[in-house]
């Protein structure tokens, strides 16, 4: 009986019977008001659970349950709050609901109180299901339950880093076991180095969504195999395969003992790249020979990457694979070298990569913002060697955020009364969002300041906290919070809350401290920087940074100028984003995948002053924020000078001006002009369900449209593609062009382009190449730059045109066959021209995704 653990739980009341049901669906993660309904019963113990409803009502006293029962306004709150999601879970299914999707992550940042996510990925995934259940999307999701997840932060006197990873017990989490027809606990199992590994069924439903997960701690499991799904990213490589097995192998044979039959599957990341064999397993079980079944599932697969350095992908070693995954490649029925080559990279041979996994396993594939699309295709350019980078099958969708969930319930309020509820959907109506010019500066500049203020009370709240902890004094707190006051919200603030990655450059404005000092102590025009993240507990230069802010927070020209926050985290991520003046982002070009905090700083009107990379490349429009060109220079420590001066500079002499250029009223019009603009401008273009429309139209529609016509007529398509690459590239490396007839250096409008070429096609037939002219106009200089937001559904671009050439019956005297283009040129100007031959068929879903390129 010592130290066990005595849970004395009350009885809800019949009044409020369906609490619990409010608690267990994540729709409250962004309907505030349900969350207000648990904060109210007890807020100094909705603090103490981490604001998690369903320890709430394990813990709540029964005297204030019963208080509640009784009181009419908090019945009435409680009845809307019933009602609203009623009628939200009531609306059926999208006329455009499209294909089902099934959407793999290893993490999701649903809310705080749920902590199976680690940073910007899990965010991002939870805010993607959130969407889908918002836009009634045929979709859902498959990811794992981990008891500890990621952990909490303390940070010591010394500004040492301490990672604390808490237990967690299932019945605290918004999740049910998912039961079979007869009630028992569906499970399922995977053949791990040789031996059978269970994982149990767990369903969080997110509004309309479900939400499946998967964990490891079962009775019938060896200890170390209990111990999987123990801790997000934990253990050595062996645990990492075998997480990254129970995900992608367990996930695909969760939804199959569900009897849910996807027509897309998306891997968010490569974590679940083991998804693709065991989609293979399951085609070629049914007869499809290896690589017609490759064909097949590669149709069906989306894979979404984010990260821009090679170092971020997964890879284990081959002798680790083949131990893991002995028996599964004897069901594929191949070789180990067959098996291996699924993950091979040119660059590093020797390991097992799993984005390589991924671009093998599937068809359509994507960066999250226009520069980290370019840089991903020129970092997996190699899994296409004849092509340059930009004609890759690499596209990118631009992300965004869920709006309901980071913009403040203080501007909801104000939006309702300034513009109307309907401004909840018709969040990419540019023209609607027009209208915030109209509002009264005086009152949008009142409504920020009440928000601001409520940040301010939050961040005092936690540092107090933080402080009676350390067993620091009253009068060391009051140093420090002197500028952080509720009541007086007028100084500006900046803040840089995210993972402490050496690459975010979070210590960047702290290179010249004695120029800093000076921007941030001026007695008319006081600046406070707030910092927060966690840097992970393996990488010591994060730890380093975090060490250097805590230190400079405490010293005599710091103090109170520069804070830091501990333990950063989903709420403190809200709060502060909403809050802020100013959005600092400071990454090393191209680095930012996309980065969506300051995405979630714009929606709430807060200014970005951000290097020009990720999302804000695309974001800014020089009067909703400031944006700073990288420098472009090779050396690291001559770019972060430089960059330091530059950011410092725009602070210095255009942020800080612009802020404190106040009128009669106390009211900056200008700034609040600019603010305004920040927050029509990015809702608009970056609402995460403009995110799932542009996924669903460029490639959830095209995978599932490519894999039906693959599938159809017992596979037929899937083994005629398969044959038909394997002979284009055995007859490939003697295919040749030759040019017959060369065009005038000079043409007058109106006359026709005409050429001639010869291709000799070593047995191939002339459809299976397609042989093309490419024209780029260099002057007047065409902008061939991709458009914003995404890459699919383009229209051609101004300035580069595409001619494809005809086959004729003739052929040269080395056997040769003769192509022709006759064509009138569509515009004047000075081109660079080619001549290109690939491969092609209709049955290919990129017209170059094999990879074989040769010009003229």
């Known amino acids: 009986m010592r130290n066990s653990l005595l849970e004395i739980t009350p009885v809800i009341p019949g009044s409020l019977t369906r609490l619990p049901e409010l608690a267990g669906n994540l729709f409250f993660s962004w309907h505030r008001p349900t969350r207000a309904l648990f904060e109210d019963l007890d807020p100094e113990l909705w603090k103490q659970t981490n604001c998690n409803p369903r320890l709430m009502l394990r813990c709540v006293n029964q005297s204030a349950l019963e208080r509640y029962a009784r009181d009419e306004q908090y019945l009435a709150r409680f009845h809307l709050a019933l009602e609203t999601l009623d009628a939200y879970l009531a609306v059926g299914a999208a006329v455009e609901a499209g294909p089902l999707v099934a959407y793999f992550c290893a993490e999701y940042g649903f809310h705080e109180s749920f902590p199976i996510y680690s940073g910007g990925l899990g965010v991002l995934a939870g805010d993607y299901c959130k969407a889908a259940s918002d836009e009634r999307a045929n979709f859902v999701a498959v990811g794992l339950l981990y008891e500890q997840g990621y952990f909490t932060q303390t940070v010591d006197n010394d500004g040492a880093q301490q990672a604390e990873y808490r237990e967690r017990d299932p019945r605290d989490l918004p999740v049910e076991p998912v039961r079979s027809g007869a009630g028992e606990w569906l499970k399922v199992s995977v053949r791990i180095a040789a031996r059978e590994v269970v994982a149990r069924l767990w369903k969080a439903q997110v509004g309309r969504v479900a939400v499946y997960l998967l964990d490891t701690n079962c009775a019938e499991n060896a200890p170390t195999d209990r111990d999987i799904t123990h801790r997000l990213y934990g ?80 890879a284990f070693g081959f002798e680790l694979i083949v131990q893991h995954f002995d028996g599964f490649i004897r069901e594929l029925g191949v070789p180990v070298e067959r098996f291996l080559e699924l993950g091979r990279s040119p660059s590093a041979p020797g390991l097992f990569n799993m984005t390589r996994l991924a671009l093998n396993g599937a068809r359509h594939i994507n960066g999250v913002s226009r520069i980290h699309g370019a840089v991903s295709a020129r970092l997996v350019a190699d899994q296409w060697p004849e092509l340059r980078p930009e004609d890759n099958p690499v596209g990118f969708v631009t992300n965004g955020v869920h709006v309901p969930t980071f913009l403040h319930q203080r501007w909801m309020e104000f939006l309702d009364r300034e513009l109307g509820r309907e401004w909840r959907e018709r969040l990419s109506d540019p023209d609607f969002w027009s209208r915030l010019e109209g509002v009264p500066e005086e009152r949008y500049w009142a409504t920020a300041q009440d928000v601001k203020s409520r940040m301010l009370a939050n961040v005092r709240e936690r540092l107090q906290r933080e402080y009676q902890r350390r067993g620091l ?87 109170g100028r520069i804070v830091f926050l501990e333990d950063y985290d989903l709420q403190l991520a809200r709060s502060l984003v909403s809050g802020v003046d100013v959005w600092l982002n400071n990454p090393i070009a191209p680095l930012e995948a996309s980065g969506t905090s300051g995405i979630k700083a714009a929606i709430n009107g807060r200014l970005n002053v951000s290097i020009l990379d990720g999302w ?30 530059l950011m410092l500079g725009m602070l210095e002499e255009e942020v800080l001006p612009l802020y404190y250029g106040r009128d009669e009223g106390g009211c900056p019009g200008d700034w609040v002009r600019r603010s305004k603009r920040a927050m029509a401008t990015v809702i608009t273009r970056f609402n995460m369900r403009r995110v799932l429309v542009d996924y669903r139209h460029g490639l959830y529609a095209p995978a599932a449209e490519h894999a039906r016509r693959l599938a159809a007529d017992g596979s037929t398509g899937a083994r005629t593609l398969a ?80 001619v494809p050439f005809t086959a004729t019956d003739e052929q040269d005297a080395d056997g040769a066959v003769i192509f022709a283009l006759d064509v009138e040129p569509p515009e004047c100007g000075q081109f660079r021209t080619e001549v290109r031959i690939y491969p092609w068929h209709e049955l290919l879903s990129h017209p170059h995704e094999l990879g074989l390129m040769k010009w003229l």
């Open 616 to 645: 804000w490349a695309e974001g800014w429009t020089q009067d909703n924020g400031w944006g700073v060109a990288p420098v472009g220079v090779q050396d690291g420590e001559r770019r972060d000078v430089l960059e330091a001066e």
């Open 235 to 314: 253990g050595d490589e062996s645990t990492r395969v075998r997480q990254e097995m129970i995900l992608g192998i367990g996930g695909v044979r969760a939804l199959r003992a569900l009897g849910v039959q996807p027509a897309v599957w998306h891997l968010n990341e490569g974590h679940a790249a083991f998804l693709i064999l065991e989609l293979l397993r399951e085609q070629v079980q049914q007869g499809l020979p290896f690589n017609a079944a490759l064909e097949a599932v590669a149709a069906a697969c989306v894979f979404t990457t984010h990260t821009p350095v090679a170092a971020g992908h997964d």
């Open 473 to 559: 004094s009253p009068a060391q707190l009051r140093h420090v919070t002197r500028f952080l006051d509720p009541q007086r919200p007028g100084v500006l603030t900046l803040g840089f809350a995210r993972r402490f990655a050496t690459y975010k450059r979070a210590t960047l404005l702290l290179r010249d401290r004695a120029r800093l000092a000076r921007f941030v102590n001026n007695p008319e025009r006081p600046v406070v920087l707030l910092f927060a993240g966690k840097a992970h507990p393996a990488d010591e230069p994060g730890k380093q940074v975090l060490r250097e802010l805590r230190q400079l927070m405490v010293s005599q020209e710091f103090a």
């Open 723 to 802: 044959e038909w690459k394997q002979r284009v590239r055995q007859a490939w490396p003697r295919v040749s062009l030759k040019l017959l007839s060369d065009a005038a250096r000079d043409l007058p409008r109106g006359e026709r382009l005409r050429l001639r070429i010869a291709a000799g096609l070593n047995g191939l037939a002339p459809a299976d190449m397609r042989v093309e002219f490419v024209a780029q106009r260099l002057l007047p200089e065409a902008d061939l730059s991709p458009p914003p937001l995404s890459s699919y559904g383009r229209t051609a671009r101004e300035g580069l045109w595409q």
